[in-house]
């Protein structure tokens, strides 16, 4: 039989596995995921989630308890996922598997865009099924705030590169947004914006508080990012957020490079905008045109941003640019709690949100 590509997984994540809904096993550096043999279990459910997260090697041997017969083992084989990850990463098949970092689940920027087998991963994690509609799947799935942000940082590869369902119905297409909308939209705002400022300060003013409200963006890039997308931690314990989370954000996370749901929809634009617009008139609230101005240029940054978001997933960048690429990917695959500037590492360097830059991809 040819040898498999197995993960490895931390023992902190095989004990993270001790549910019902989801109960791994070990024997010695061995993993088996036994969630679907918890109601056949000849000795009761019970005893198996007793034993989830743990090593089982000692109880099947035990003659006291129950000493175990070669079909106990053949059931264990068939259930194998992966192995314990006790050898620093150094590549496996079957006795020794491929490394893969233990909060994502990826070994590199190249595992964003191999395609997942969807069968095999519902029924390793028991989570999404990337064959049906997400959305329902999320808010019927009765995930605890722990399992689900293990999961949707856990990023997944669509079959030939297309969208996975979201709503499987007539919603499927507002929820899709190619690249090039984004300029052709909110471009001639801004242009037509600038051309209202101009008619009340002089040009030279215009273009200060332009670029002023473009260095204002980088800041609230960072933010939202940081404190909007990712307000993980934060993250009320019940479906109504972790379905919202998923849908401004987890998403993206979960199935990185879909093309079609990497940059903001209009209508999502104009909600998380229009606050902006109120806040920029409040502070300026001496001239309407000189918050008009600085409000353009923050527009322009998230155009710019969004555009630039899009070409680090899917585009091949000049020199200059390939660095910040691997920056933003190894936020995907490396560590989500770090790296929030897309357009920059400017405010991440600031806050001491920086990734560490020694992470090479293949």
Not at 70 to 96: C, H, M, P, R, W
Not at 194 to 219: D, E, K, R, S
């Amino acid at each position: 039989m040819p040898s498999r590509t197995l993960p490895t997984f931390s023992r902190a994540e095989v004990e993270s596995h001790s549910s019902a809904k989801s109960c791994y096993v070990t024997i010695g550096a061995k993993v088996y995921d036994v969630t679907d043999f918890v109601d056949d279990h000849p000795g009761g459910g019970s005893l198996i989630i007793e034993y989830g997260g743990k090593d089982i090697g000692e109880i099947l041997k035990d003659p006291t308890s129950h000493e175990h017969s070669e079909a106990a083992y053949e059931i264990l084989d068939e259930s194998l996922v992966g192995f314990i990850d006790e050898e620093n990463g150094s590549a496996k098949t079957e006795k020794q598997a491929e490394y893969v970092h233990p909060r994502t689940g990826m070994s590199c920027e190249e595992d964003l865009s191999k395609e997942t087998d969807a069968t095999m991963d519902y029924k390793k994690h028991k989570f999404l099924d990337l064959n049906r509609p997400l959305i329902l799947q999320v808010w019927n799935g009765g995930f605890t705030k722990e399992f689900y942000l293990d999961q949707v940082h856990r990023p997944r590869h669509y079959k030939g590169g297309a969208s996975a369902p979201l709503f499987g119905n007539f919603l499927e297409p507002l929820t899709k947004t190619p690249w090039w909308m984004v300029p052709t939209i909110w471009v001639p705002c801004v242009a037509y914006g600038l051309y209202q400022a101009a008619q009340g300060i002089p040009n030279l003013h215009v273009a200060g508080l332009f670029l002023f409200g473009l260095f204002l963006w980088t800041l609230i890039e960072y933010g939202m990012h940081r404190f909007l997308f990712h307000l993980d931690g934060y993250l009320p314990d019940n479906r109504v957020f972790i379905t919202l989370h998923f849908l401004l954000h987890g998403i993206h996370h979960y199935v990185p490079m879909d093309k079609y749901r990497l940059v903001m929809p209009p209508t999502l634009f104009i909600a998380l905008a229009t606050p902006f617009w109120y806040l920029a008139h409040f502070v300026f609230s001496h001239c309407w045109y000189t918050a008009t101005a600085v409000y353009c240029g923050g527009i322009f940054g998230y155009i710019c941003y969004d555009l630039t978001h899009y070409f680090l997933h899917h585009e091949n960048l000049p020199l200059w640019y390939k660095q910040l690429k691997k920056y933003h990917l190894q936020h995907h695959f490396l560590d989500y709690e770090l790296g929030f500037g897309v357009t920059s590492k400017f405010w991440d360097t600031i806050f001491g949100t920086e990734l560490p830059t020694s992470i090479k991809s293949k």
